[in-house]
């Protein structure tokens, strides 16, 4: 079975904009996919039996080796590619969290750095996204709120709210 055929027909990807203490962001040069060879955020899918914010914990770590913390949620790309696939992101703000020694994952990355906004702009081989991020300069996050029980009924084994 093709991972495309494991998601169905409703998708749910995340991506992580990670940004250093001098202001640069992280960003990947993916090798396959309507991506390869732009650069954008790192991403990818959230697995089962993991909230949105983990998989972009996990995602990030796995395709830069940086470990992040999250800031909070600053928003979603949805979309319908031909006519049938529901094709959701959800966008997180991240923090390092601790060393910031970028070693990509090889097989689904080109590279893997952080860029100046400014720089980005100038690239022919930016995605959409980063562009239109980098315009923004009222991104706001919406931080997470853990520990809610929305109650034992429904047998959630995770819940957080993004307000």
């Not at 990030?60 to 790309?77: D, F, H, M, S």
């Not at 853990?146 to 959630?156: A, I, L």
Request: some cysteine; aromatic content about 10%.
């Amino acid at each position: 079975m093709s991972s495309r055929e494991k998601r169905g027909k409703v998708w749910l990807a995340v991506s992580g904009l990670v940004q250093s203490d001098a202001g640069e962001w992280l960003v990947v040069k993916k090798r396959y996919g309507g991506l390869k060879g732009k650069w954008s955020l790192p991403a990818g899918f959230v697995e089962e039996g993991e909230t949105a914010d983990e998989a972009v914990l996990r995602e990030v770590k796995e395709e830069t080796g940086i470990a992040c913390t999250v800031k909070g949620l600053i928003g979603l790309r949805t979309g319908v590619i031909k006519s049938e696939i529901s094709d959701n992101m959800l966008l997180f703000l991240l923090e390092p969290a601790g060393k910031m020694d970028i070693t990509h994952q090889e097989y689904e990355l080109y590279e893997a750095r952080f860029m100046a906004p400014e720089e980005l702009l100038k690239e022919k081989e930016a995605s959409i996204l980063l562009e239109y991020l980098i315009g923004r300069k009222d991104l706001l996050e919406k931080p997470v709120i853990d520990g809610v029980n929305p109650g034992d009924q429904f047998g959630y084994t995770a819940y957080k709210l993004f307000f």
